[in-house]
């Protein structure tokens, strides 16, 4: 038995609550918000003393805002926010930032070439918005909506009781030094790279060996003049000119507030295990980087971090469950790090939910590991192989040479006419278009496909659509109905005989989610539909709201974008989860409407993990499977 178990508790305020969260950053506040949303209490606690100052992830994709818009949040983050288009247009390469302009390239959908598909893909659009801003407006949502939230909180340690299933976790405030005991039905570790929960209860990591040490200079800055010309997300600046200390070979700029407050990243030589170098020492590499003596810098914070290569193999147990940094960790290239964490939670959420309602089995969070697992996998790869084609670049333009003079050479040869020069450009213009699965990867940000008991995909006789290449995957949006994908995007408009200005359009994603079962269905299913849905809703006390799509129905497909996506006949029926991932499609619907009512009855209680909604050789807890940007489960970090 361990110290706590064997303490005097007699004296120790007691808590009971449904959930406990442990964290309050993006995966821990957020869960907050998506189950307030359900009208669930709880509880979050963190031992920081506030939301963090560090501005930390800076990309909000698409999806991690179609979850904020779900809840009523995302008007109040994008007031925070700043557009992709207007300030982080271009990813450059320069020798400072005042300095001789190596490349630029798009960044995330402001390619014309590509603007079509980002605006396809969504009805939200991309932004850039700090952690430092987002999580206040998470936590102020979750704590409006019922969770009770502890700053200079932390967790001491937590025991399952078998029996009942309840989880004991002791806490303690670190101001008064009070242990609480709290008692939850449920707790969920958002507790970070360093995860207590995930050590405690002993998830297998896979944990590859790391990458080099970086530091995040957080300054002021005001780099204005600079900027007109030139709004870009990241500034790669190398300074060939200069002695490069181990501490930064090269740095990173990232606005933080346009154009004012900056995230300077020294990256360290890959070599280094620690940095032991001063303020002064950093400030003039950072000011070096710049390249404008007139450009005054207040240094705000630092940071030194380490890049990591890790992932959970398993995300629960009993009734805790991990998500975020806790089970997936890695450097913050293709910005995958804080919507994953986002995206967990909202996936965690509506199960949970739904469980502590009554609607659903326990089993149903079993489900939660089956479809997130992949996924974490899948971007702890991804961006660590986006970071060794960083590297790749990097030694292109000689930055890993110390010598001055062979990185001059290397330079030089830009301009030569010569085979090495030609020879030069090649391989760089190689490095920089490779890097086009971090500045496009709309694929890599949206092709989930969620494979598990929750999922109905026995109709389904042809594999999940997908692209040839794994490079194609990643660039390009795989839009589908088959079971286990996101509802397909499409605008819908509004019918009304009135005259005068047209009713705002509406998306497919907008009529599903919102805490309940969704039917999309065509001109003549509207009746069929309603019908078997109030026969599953009166069996099983799930809502299921049935909309029609057509000339004269609930919503007119002006675009016919989604006719051409729908993948069922017109009477047919797309069967979407609070999610707003496909549980199931019904092609062409059963004759008799009874008999359809009975389909959707027991496709509705099979995802929802009651077991007499299993179909012969299914069982609750099977291994993972999942389909990750194209792949089954995601490729393996390489």
């Given amino acids: ?76 983050a994008r007031k925070a926010a700043h557009s992709v288009s207007e300030y982080m247009t271009f990813q450059r390469i320069c020798k400072s930032m005042a300095g001789e302009e190596i490349s630029r390239a798009y960044t995330f959908g402001n390619d014309p070439r590509r603007r079509g598909d980002y605006a396809e893909a969504s009805p939200c659009e991309a932004a850039s918005l700090p952690q430092s801003r987002l999580e206040p407006i998470l936590v102020r949502f979750a704590t ?37 005991l709290v008692r939850s039905k449920y707790l969920c570790g958002a507790d970070g790279a360093g995860s207590r929960i995930v050590r405690e209860l002993q998830l297998p990591l896979r944990d590859l060996p790391g990458g080099g040490l970086s530091i995040n200079l957080l300054v002021e800055a005001d780099m204005s003049h600079l900027m007109k010309t030139s709004p870009g997300l990241l500034h790669i600046l190398t300074r060939p000119d200069k002695p490069q200390p181990y501490f930064g070979l090269l740095g990173i700029a990232r606005s933080v507030k346009p154009w004012t407050e900056w995230a300077i990243v020294l990256i360290a030589h890959p070599a280094t295990t620690k940095i032991t170098a001063s303020e002064a020492e950093l ?17 705000k914070s630092m940071a030194i971090w380490k890049t990591n290569e890790c992932y959970a193999e398993q995300y629960s147990k009993g009734n805790v469950h991990c998500l975020g940094d806790a089970v997936h960790r890695h450097p913050p290239h293709n910005g995958l790090g804080s919507n994953t964490c986002i995206q ?27 479809e997130r697992q ?11 192989d986006t970071a060794r084609l960083h590297l790749t670049l990097y030694k292109t333009l000689g930055l890993l040479d110390p010598d001055i003079e062979r990185k ?58 997908t692209l040839p290449t794994e490079h194609e995957r990643t660039l390009h949006h795989i839009e589908s109905t088959y079971p286990g994908s996101r509802i397909p995007h499409a605008w819908l408009g509004v019918p009304t005989k009135q005259v005068g200005p047209r009713p705002a359009m509406v998306s497919t994603r907008d009529l599903s989610g919102h805490g309940r079962f969704t039917i999309l269905t065509g001109i003549g299913g509207k009746s069929i539909w309603a019908s078997a849905a109030d026969r599953a809703s009166v069996e099983t006390g799930v809502e299921i709201k049935v909309y029609a799509i057509g000339w004269g129905q609930d919503y007119e497909d002006t675009f016919f974008s989604w006719f051409d996506k729908r993948g069922v006949a017109e009477k047919g029926a797309v069967f ?22 009975d389909k959707l009855t027991l496709v509705l209680k099979r995802v ?9 050789g299914d069982h609750v807890g099977s291994p993972i499977s999942g389909f990750v940007n194209g792949s089954v489960n995601g490729d393996q970090p390489k």
């Fill in 1 to 76: 038995m361990t110290m706590l178990e064997t303490e005097d508790r007699s004296g120790w305020p007691v808590i009971d609550v449904d959930v406990l969260i442990s964290g309050a950053g993006p995966a821990g506040a957020s869960l907050g918000c998506f189950l307030a949303s359900y009208g669930i209490k709880g509880m979050m606690i963190s031992h920081t003393s506030s939301t963090t100052e560090i501005p930390r992830a800076n990309y909000v994709n698409m999806a991690a805002f179609e979850c904020l818009r779900d809840i009523g949040l995302e008007y109040d």
């Fill in 144 to 180: 409006q909506g019922g969770f009770q939230n502890r700053f200079n909180t932390k967790l001491l340690g937590f025991t399952q009781d078998e029996k009942s299933g309840r989880v004991e976790s002791v806490i303690e405030d670190l101001t008064t030094k009070q242990k609480i």
């Fill in 283 to 299: 400030m003039s590499r950072a000011k070096e980087l710049i390249g404008d003596d007139n450009i005054e810098l207040k240094l």
């Fill in 344 to 370: 967990d939670a909202f996936n965690l959420a509506w199960k949970m939910a739904y469980v502590l309602k009554g609607y659903a089995d326990p089993s149903l969070l079993s489900t939660y590991n089956e």
């Fill in 374 to 384: 992949p996924i974490g996998r899948y971007i702890v790869g991804r961006a660590n």
């Fill in 408 to 465: 001059s050479q290397v330079h030089a040869q830009f301009e030569e006419d010569s085979p090495e020069g030609d020879e030069r450009r090649t391989a760089f213009r190689k490095a920089i278009r490779d890097l086009e699965e971090e500045r496009q990867g709309l694929g890599g940000e949206m092709n989930q496909w969620y494979k598990s008991p929750a999922v109905f995909q026995d109709d389904e006789i042809e594999e999940p659509p």
């Fill in 576 to 597: 979407v989860r609070p999610d707003r991932t496909v549980a199931w499609r019904c092609k062409t619907p059963p004759t008799d409407e009874l008999a359809c009512g």
């Fill in 608 to 616: 929802l993990g009651f077991k007499a909604g299993l179909a012969n």
